[in-house]
């Protein structure tokens, strides 16, 4: 069965530090990967999507950044972490098919 | 650009009364529509799905959605809530032809009153 893997859970930084939150997909081959944010009230924000592997799409402008080495990583970074980055952060994978999406557990992260 | 409308951002209900959370999508082609629930600190679980054919759909914990397309509409209902339904619920939508992008509703945070 498929499993997706998104640490770590939580995490506290200081503004201007550099951020890497990783997520990993087992148990299928070429998924469609996703990150959203999560803040209050806003729902949930579709920060960058990929089709494959180097292929990344940008929804919004902001601080961050995303990259997808392998086939089932996806990886959000940013070089200086804002206040305004703070949140709760979700991997997501669809297969092929493109139907439903299964989410990671989140990473709480906080800046300081 | 696609988008999904959840106008209730609140909602309180007495347990064993009945639910409906409304959700509205915009864009041209055919929707896939999901509901999704989320309990605090957690990743989201599907409810249920609807891609095509019957548009009343069942999902699990006894909720359903019925697909209008005259609407636009997805709402999500329960026939009796129970106390454990307290949750966040989303929309979502994503279109053929539309890419890959999956666009999520603001959520709408249901309170169950014992």
């Known amino acids: 069965s498929q499993t997706i893997h998104q640490w770590p859970a939580t995490l506290v930084q200081p503004v201007g530090s550099p951020l890497s939150l990783e997520c990993t997909v087992e148990g299928t081959s070429n998924p469609n990967l996703y990150w959203y944010r999560q803040a209050a009230g806003r729902g949930l924000q579709l920060l960058f999507y990929s089709v494959g592997i180097g292929q990344i799409s940008s929804e919004v402008p902001q601080n961050l950044s995303a990259s997808r080495p392998q086939d089932r990583q996806f990886i959000l970074s940013s070089k200086k972490l804002l206040l305004s980055d703070s949140g709760f952060y979700l991997c997501a994978w669809r297969g092929v098919q493109l139907t439903e999406a299964f989410f990671g557990q989140g990473t709480r992260l906080t800046v300081v | ?114």
């Open chain 2, 1 to 114: 650009a696609q988008s999904v409308t959840q106008p209730d951002i609140h909602i309180t209900v007495s347990e064993g009364a009945s639910l409906e959370l409304r959700c509205n999508y915009s864009y041209g082609a055919t929707p896939y529509l999901f509901w999704y629930v989320q309990s605090p600190g957690q990743g989201l679980q599907l409810l249920l799905k609807y891609f095509s054919g019957d548009t009343l759909v069942q999902g699990i914990k006894g909720f359903e959605a019925e697909f209008k397309r005259s609407q636009s509409s997805f709402n999500l209902r329960k026939p009796s809530v129970h106390w454990s339904d307290a949750a966040e619920y989303f929309c979502a939508v994503a279109f053929t032809g539309g890419g890959n992008k999956l666009t999520f509703g603001t959520g709408t945070q249901l309170k169950v009153e014992l």
